[in-house]
C-alpha cells in the first residue's frame, strides 16, 4: 500500500528487544507465536502468563517472591502479584548493561552548563539524598513533593524518594501557586524540593514570590529544600540542595514495599474541579515501563532516550524509567523553540539521541515552519521518533520520513496519566502507516464500543480496556471507597475501563484516535472527531491554531458548529478565508464539518502540557461563567478564555 512508510528490517527478529523476548518465550514457556497479532491476543487472555513472563525476562529484583500473578481479576480491585516486595528505584539504578563509568543521565537546560552523570554518580547521588530526607525525618508512605524542572535533581529526588518507601509527587515550575496547592493540599508533603527560578529562552523567571505562597499554603510541610537554579540566594528558613545531598557514609538501600505501595502521585489536568490525585504503584509502573521501553520501542544499553516534557506531564515519569531497560537518558529544560524550533532537533546531534520523543503539535509546528531536521543537525544516530499529547495526521507522518530520516521508526502512541504509559503504539515487528498509530500494545486489551456497548471493527467507537493492567492507578488519594476511582472510569460500562477517547480499530490492529469522547461533535446523529477537523484547518498557511467545538440543539436539531481560528501574523478573518476554510472542510472531510461560525481569537486554550481545552470553551458558550468552567491555574494561557466569555455575551439571547 502506498501509505506504508516504514518496513522492519528482514532481521528485526535477530536485532530487536522484542524478537529476544520470542526467543525466550519458546525456550522458557514452549510458547510460539506466527505475528504480532497472535503475540497481542495471547498477551490479553492469558494474563497471568504473560505479565509473569515480562517479571520472568526482566529479572525483576524482588526481596520476597509473589505468591499468585493475578488475583481477582475484575476491575476494579484486581490484584497483582500479591506476597511480592520490591522496590522501583533498585529495579532503576541496577541500570543493565551500563557499567559505572558509562553516561546515564545527559541533562541540557537553558539556565546552566550541560551535566552528565554515569551510573556511578547516579547512585552516588540517590545514596546522599536518601540520607538527607531520612535525616529530615522522612519515611515509608511520607509524601516528597518537588517544584522543580527536567534536571538531574527531580530524578534523583523521585529514586531517593521511592528508595525510601516515600511518596513523590512533581510540578513543573511554571505551574502557577493555585495549581500548586489544588494538587498539594490533597497529598499534605512533609518535605518541598523548589528552585528559586528558572530561564525560558533568555528570559529568566523568578519563582521565590511562589514558592514562599505554596509553603504558607502547605500546613503539613516539615522542611523545604531550595535548588539554588538561578543562582539566587537561598531564604533562611530552608536547607540548600548541597546540605540534602552532603557526604555521609550511610550505605545505598532500599526498602522492600508491596507490589502495589504508592510510588508516586500523578494529577489529571484539572481543567475543570481539583485534579484527580492518581496514585501509581511501584511494581505496576515498573512491569508497564519495562514492557513498552524494551519491548515497544527497543530500547537497551547502546540507546540514548529523550522526550520533550516537563515534570507536570507523565512522559517525564516514562522518560525517567529509561535506565530500567539499560538506556541512557536525555533531559532538556527549556524553551524548545528557543532561538528556533530547530533546538531540539540540534540537542539530539549533541547528544547522540537514538530515540527522539516529542509532542505532535511539535511535529506540526516544525512542518508548518518548513523545518527539515536532517539539514540543520546530524541525526545519523537516530532510529526512533516518538509523538504523543495529540493524535499526529498523516501529514505529520509524511513530515518526519520526508525531512528527519526515511530509515527510522516513527512511532505515535496514546494512553495516559491514569495508566502513565501508552496502551497503543508502535513495534519494532509491524510497518508504519500513515496516520496511524500502528497497533495495541501488548497486555492491553483495547478495544472500540459502539453505543449499545458492542465492540467494533472498522468504526468509531469509545476507546475501552476490557482487562486489567498493572499500571492502573492504585486508587485516587484519599478515596477510601474507591467511589471518585469507579466514577472517573467504570460508571459508563460496569468492569470495563472507559477511557474518554474516540478510536477507531482497523482490521490489522491499527488504531487512529479522533478525540476525546466528551468533546465529540455530533451532527446529525454522526459523530465527527476534533483531530481530522484540525488536521485540515491548520494545514493551511494562514492558520496558526484552532479549536472547534458543537453546541447541541436542545429540540434535536444539528446544533451550531462553532470553529476558533488564531490566523498567522498580520492576519485578518474575512469573508474570502471563511470560504476557503469551508470548501477546505466540505472538500476533505464532509459538508458535516463545515462551520456555523468562524471567528478569529487570539489563542486557543491550552493546558499546561499543551491539550486543547474543547469542553471549556463549550462549557462557557453554553452560559458556565469562566471561573466554574476551567481552574485557570491548570491553563498555560487562562487570559485566552475572555474572548469565549465575551462572545457568550453578545449571543446570550
Known sequence: MTDVLWTPPADVLQRSRIGAYLRWLAEHRGLEFADYDALWQWSVTDLETFWRSIWDHFE?????????????????GARWFPGATLNYAENVLRMPGKGDDDPVVVAHTQTRAPVVLTAAQLREQVRRVAAGLRRLGVGTGDRVAAYAPNIPETYVLLLATASLGAIFSSCAPEFGTRSVTDRWQQI????????????????PVDRRGE????????????????????DQVVPESAISWADLAAETDEPLGFTPVPFDHPLYVLYSSGTTGLPKPIVHGHGGILLEHLKMLALHHDLGPADRFFWFTTTGWMMWNFLVSGPAVGAAIVLFDGNPGHPD???????AAETGTTYFGTSAPFLLACRKAGLVPREIADLSALRGVGSTGAPLPAEGFTWVYDTVGTDLQLQSLSGGTDVCTGFVGGVPLLPVHAGEITCRALGAKVEARSPDGTPVIGQLGELVITEPMPSMPVGFWNDP?????????????????????????????????TGRSDATLNRGGVRLGTAEFYSVVEGLDEVVDSVVVHLEDDEGGAGELLLFVVLAEGLTLDDELRKKICRELRTALSPRHVPDEIHQVRAVPRTLSAKKLEVPVKKILTGTPVDQAAAKGALANPESLTAFATLAQHRAP
Open 211 to 230: 514558592v514562599a505562597a505554596i509553603r504558607a499554603a502547605l500546613p503539613s510541610l516539615r522542611h523545604t529544600v531550595s535548588i539554588s537554579y538561578l
Open 60 to 76: 525483576v529484583v524482588a526481596h520476597t517472591p509473589p505468591t499468585a500473578t493475578l488475583t481477582e481479576r475484575g476491575m476494579p
Open 481 to 513: 471507597d474507591g467511589v471518585r476511582y469507579r466514577e472517573a472510569y467504570f460508571d459508563v460500562y460496569p468492569g470495563v475501563w472507559r477511557h474518554g477517547d474516540w478510536i477507531t480499530i482497523n482490521e490489522r490492529g491499527g488504531c487512529v484516535i
Open 341 to 347: 524550533l530547530g533546538a531540539l532537533w540540534r540537542l
Open 188 to 203: 499534605e508533603p512533609k518535605v518541598l524540593v523548589a528552585v528559586d527560578g528558572y530561564r525560558y529562552g533568555d528570559k
